[in-house]
């Protein structure tokens, strides 16, 4: 997942890009104390035009990892790829592992 950290970093209000034909236009606004991330697309194919509004919450490394814990798993880590680097200044996201 995309953590707060990486977002942080990498975070841009506005952005397109072109996929299959179809051109998608994201605005994105941090909300909540940088808890939540409002999301809203706009997607342009010739004459059509489609609009997509979404948020999610956004977790540090230190929540989710306290949240599994407070859920029961005992040893929990996080990890900044999917291969099993580290989590630190140059992660491309967040990935954690609970294991009960």
């Not at 989710?64 to 099993?84: I, K, N």
């Amino acid at each position: 997942m995309m953590s707060k950290e990486v977002l942080a970093r990498k975070f841009r209000e506005r952005d397109w890009r072109e996929e299959d034909g179809v051109l998608v236009l994201q605005e994105r606004e941090i909300a909540r104390n940088w808890s939540w991330i409002e999301n809203r697309w706009i997607l342009l194919k010739g004459n059509e035009r489609s609009e997509v509004r979404l948020s999610h919450r956004l977790y540090s490394a230190t929540e989710l990892m306290s949240l599994l814990t407070t859920c029961g798993f005992g040893q929990v880590d996080a990890y900044g790829d999917l291969e099993g680097g580290a989590y630190d200044h140059t992660a491309s996201r967040l990935a954690v592992v609970g294991r009960k």
